[in-house]
T-cell receptor, first 113, second 114 residues
Framework: GAVVSQHPSWVICKSGTSVKIECRSL??????MFWYRQFPKQSLMLMAT?????????EQGVEKDKFLINHASLTLSTLTVTSAHPEDSSFYIC?????????FGPGTRLTVL | AQSVTQLDSQVPVFEEAPVELRCNYS??????LFWYVQYPNQGLQLLLK??????LVKGINGFEAEFNKSQTSFHLRKPSVHISDTAEYFC????????????FGSGTKLNVKP
């Protein structure tokens, strides 16, 4: 099946700094990618839909100025957590669709100190 | 909107025993249903999916699931588990008219003991 990668796999940062997470479709082109967030022992929650060449669509309750999404090419979407705080610590997972099936990245664990 | 409940956060089972992981969903519209598996430090891998047709769906690695509309359930089963089945399992639902939006359960950790 198709492969989606994420980088970094884990990151630790200080409160107030910004962190960028990359999501790449390795062997297919993805005009649409999706960003999820997962708290410990909780569901994956869809944060936003990333559209190549246009603005992302955010789910209700997700701050678009806090979580900046850029989908500059057909194989890369980035999520930037701006001015991160400890409550932003979470597991972030991206996915992309290829021929009707969703493929998920391995996730990025963000810890904000 | 849709929602998914996985009642069991952890399921311990001995090798070669059968297992059932429970999933119930809520939706006001028709749905598609999925089971994903996540091994440590890896992405989610699709085990099986129900889109339409036969309510008994067979997936990879010997897993199967049955869609029960009246009970709004989509339980995952395997007749004989292996040590290698130890992983986290997620049930997910999407509205059939909005395939982009997935709603996930909180996951069930299957722990297969020798």
């Amino acid at each position: 099946g198709a492969v989606v990668s994420q980088h970094p796999s884990w990151v630790i940062c200080k409160s107030g700094t910004s962190v960028k997470i990359e999501c790449r479709s390795l062997d297919f082109q993805a005009t649409t990618m999706f960003w999820y967030r997962q708290f410990p022992k909780q569901s994956l929650m869809l944060m936003a839909t990333s559209n190549e060449g246009s603005k992302a669509t955010y789910e209700q309750g997700v701050e678009k100025d806090k979580f900046l999404i850029n989908h500059a090419s057909l194989t890369l979407s980035t999520l930037t957590v701006t001015s991160a705080h400890p409550e932003d610590s979470s597991f972030y997972i991206c996915s992309a669709r290829d021929r009707g099936e969703q493929f998920f990245g391995p996730g990025t664990r963000l810890t904000v100190l | 909107a849709q929602s998914v409940t996985q009642l069991d956060s952890q399921v311990p089972v001995f090798e070669e025993a059968p297992v059932e992981l429970r999933c119930n969903y809520s939706s006001s519209v028709s749905v598609y249903l999925f089971w994903y598996v996540q091994y440590p430090n890896q992405g989610l891998q699709l085990l099986l999916k129900y889109l339409s047709g036969s309510t008994l769906v067979k997936g990879i690695n010997g897993f199967e699931a049955e869609f029960n509309k009246s009970q709004t359930s989509f339980h995952l089963r395997k007749p004989s588990v292996h040590i290698s089945d130890t992983a986290e399992y997620f049930c997910a639902v999407s509205a059939s008219n909005n395939f982009n939006k997935f709603y996930f359960g909180s996951g069930t950790k299957l722990n297969v003991k020798p």
